[in-house]
């Protein structure tokens, strides 16, 4: 990966439309670990990417003009919830989610914690967050309940990580 033009921005809304695609490309691969019935199919329109960005601020990994990798961030009381990581397979392993995270934990400001949330057999971003020095929650189940509003097949299918901060 050439990093000279990989730039880390916040997303426009009008940049809805690249981003639920790279989020709905990057998804397809749940099917190799998740059952029929829990799968969602796109993983996320255009209406709940833009219902998503009332409480949080979606930011793009762009290579040039090509939007490559997504992630959102949004503040829950006393924690910053890094949302919605998603990077287009043909581009995966090429340290682009890093740059995301990266980004990201720069601009959390006001809170001590950092968690993440994601599926139990997805052991591509797990590896990617431990690497980051992540670290898996004691209790998942807790903390999904208390910081997020997921479905229950999502949230019982769910892991979390946690970085604490200073």
Do not use: C
């Amino acid at each position: 990966m050439d990093d000279t033009q990989m730039v880390v921005r916040a997303l426009r809304a009008s940049e809805g439309t690249a981003a639920t695609a790279v989020i709905n490309t990057a998804a397809a691969w749940y099917a190799e670990f998740l059952p029929p019935s829990e799968l969602h199919v796109p993983e996320m329109t255009l209406a709940a990417w833009a219902e998503e960005a009332r409480r949080m601020t979606w930011y793009g990994a762009f290579d040039g003009v090509d939007l490559v990798g997504v992630m959102g961030l949004e503040y829950a009381g006393d924690a910053a919830l890094l949302r919605h990581a998603y990077v287009l397979p043909y581009r995966q392993r090429q340290g682009i989610a890093a740059m995301l995270v990266n980004h990201l934990e720069r601009e959390i400001d006001g809170v001590e914690t950092i968690i993440v949330g994601t599926y139990a057999a997805n052991y591509k971003a797990r590896a990617s967050f431990e690497k980051a020095g992540y670290q898996l929650s004691p209790d998942s189940e807790a903390v999904l309940r208390h910081y997020y509003d997921i479905p229950e097949d999502r949230l019982q299918s769910s892991v979390t990580y946690e970085k604490h901060l200073g």
